[in-house]
């Protein structure tokens, strides 16, 4: 099996058209023809951990974070990512990183917060802008259908939880061909006047190319017609954080209590007790500071995070109770997420889940 096998995989789980733009993810090194022994999922590709692939035969990595995250202009083995590189090129180890690609999916990193606390009823915190794209066609009556039927197979017209969805509009067409056209109705240099049918459908933007395929292999035009628009309606499916709710209320120290629990924290930061219950939970694994006013807004008794800054936790206002468990512990059960996924999809494949530690944050 080559990478390129292990990658088409990967991006099923988690597409990279969902990261952030900030973000590097996808094969960071390696060569997506290069044969595969065995994987190696771990949080963070650190070279303590490509020690641990070779001693374990993988050289396919699959970490969280990705190791290169900014560029770099030299690789001399000055600091532990470089150094962590030079290992994985010297031995044929490639390294490939999810990150917020898994952190916008449904059933991505919030998910699986939220279901290690127990919390049901989830939904993006939020959700994902400037992804959903329409796509505006104009074809000849007889051809309407079937165009429509293969957009809808090629993944056009979901949306929420609907699919074949499309508005169609008939008017009338005009064009005339030039000496090197190929009318598919009419005839060259003569104008041609017919009534059409004008489809418009909604994609999300990582299906862009097979869509636009399906198209032009199902539309009789020479020419195809077509419009492509970036709007502006936020997508439920993909986004930042979830919320939800607890089965049983619980005072906020009991809360707390069961998050350390849950996310085996060695200790939490977290704003003035408001003395309420807590029932409506928001998470966001990692740093998440950016999402507090959401998740006011959004009416959570709490939201638990990480790397909030002294200044950040006044933004609880006396309306919700602000918690940092920590961003390792925030994240902590993707890498077994990811085995899981894989191990599903090769069964017969050496899959390992890292036994390295590489949370670089002790607690006394």
């Not at 733009?21 to 993810?25: A, H, K, Q, R």
């Not at 303590?48 to 070779?54: C, G, K, N, P, Y």
């Given at each position: 099996?080559?990478?390129k096998?292990?990658?088409?995989?990967l991006?099923?789980?988690a597409?990279?058209?969902y990261?952030e733009?900030?973000?590097?993810?996808g094969?960071?090194v390696?060569?997506?023809?290069?044969?595969?022994?065995g994987?190696?999922?771990c949080?963070?590709?650190?070279e303590?951990?490509?020690?641990?692939?070779?001693e374990k035969?993988?050289?396919l990595?699959v970490c969280?974070h990705?190791i290169?995250?900014?560029?770099l202009k030299?690789?001399?083995?000055?600091?532990y990512?470089?150094r962590a590189?030079i290992k994985?090129?010297?031995n044929?180890?490639?390294?490939?990183?999810?990150?917020?690609?898994?952190?916008?999916?449904?059933?991505g990193?919030n998910?699986?917060?939220?279901e290690?606390?127990?919390?049901?009823?989830?939904?993006?915190?939020l959700?994902?802008t400037?992804?959903?794209?329409?796509?505006?066609?104009?074809a000849?009556?007889?051809?309407?259908?079937?165009?429509k039927?293969?957009?809808f197979?090629a993944?056009a017209?979901?949306?929420?939880?609907?699919?074949?969805?499309s508005?169609?509009?008939?008017?009338?067409?005009s064009?005339?061909?030039n000496?090197?056209?190929?009318?598919?109705?009419?005839?060259?240099?003569?104008?041609?006047?017919?009534e059409e049918?004008k489809?418009?459908?909604?994609y999300?933007?990582?299906l862009?190319?097979q869509?636009?395929?399906?198209l032009?292999d199902?539309?009789?035009y020479?020419e195809?017609?077509?419009?492509?628009?970036?709007?502006e309606?936020?997508?439920?499916h993909?986004g930042m954080?979830?919320?939800?709710e607890?089965?049983t209320a619980?005072?906020?120290k009991?809360f707390?209590e069961?998050?350390?629990i849950?996310?085996?924290?060695?200790g939490?930061?977290h704003?003035?007790?408001?003395?309420?219950p807590?029932?409506?939970?928001?998470?966001?694994g990692?740093?998440g500071s950016?999402?507090?006013?959401a998740?006011?807004?959004?009416?959570?008794?709490?939201f638990?995070?990480?790397?909030?800054?002294?200044?950040?936790f006044?933004?609880?206002?006396?309306?919700?109770l602000?918690?940092?468990?920590?961003?390792?512990?925030?994240?902590?059960?993707?890498?077994?997420?990811i085995?899981?996924?894989?191990?599903?999809?090769?069964p017969?494949?050496?899959?390992?889940?890292?036994?390295?530690?590489?949370?670089p944050?002790n607690?006394?």
């Open positions: 099996m080559k990478i096998q292990i990658i088409d995989i991006e099923e789980m597409p990279l058209s990261a733009d900030f973000d590097n993810v094969l960071l390696g060569n997506p023809q290069q044969d595969i022994n994987i190696l999922v949080h963070d590709a650190l303590t951990v490509i020690d641990e692939a070779l035969n993988c050289n990595i969280f990705p290169l995250f900014s560029g030299k690789i001399t083995g000055k600091n990512v470089e590189v994985a090129i010297r044929d180890i490639a390294i490939y990183a999810v990150h917020t690609a898994l952190d916008n999916h449904k059933e990193v998910k699986i917060f939220c290690a606390l127990g919390l049901t009823n989830t939904k993006i915190l959700p994902k400037a992804y959903i794209k329409k796509l505006i066609t104009y000849p009556l007889h051809a309407t259908e079937s165009i039927q293969a957009l197979s993944g017209g979901c949306i929420g939880n609907y699919d074949s969805c508005f169609v509009s008939t008017g009338t067409g064009f005339k061909g000496q090197d056209s190929i009318p598919n109705v009419g005839k060259k240099h003569q104008l041609e006047h017919i049918s489809i418009e459908v909604t999300e933007k990582h862009e190319h869509i636009l395929q399906a032009f199902q539309h009789p020479e195809v017609a077509y419009e492509i628009y970036t709007l309606n936020s997508y439920q993909i954080g979830m919320i939800g607890l089965e619980m005072s906020e009991e707390l069961h998050v350390k849950r996310t085996q924290t060695g939490i930061r704003s003035e007790y408001l003395s309420r807590i029932k409506r939970v928001a998470v966001l990692g740093s950016f999402a507090i006013k998740a006011i807004q959004q009416g959570a008794d709490a638990i995070t990480a790397d909030l800054k002294y200044h950040q006044y933004e609880a206002e006396n309306q919700i602000l918690a940092d468990i920590g961003h390792f512990e925030s994240e902590r059960y993707t890498k077994n997420y085995v899981d996924y894989l191990t599903k999809k090769i017969n494949f050496a899959i390992i889940l890292s036994s390295i530690n590489t949370n944050v607690y006394l």
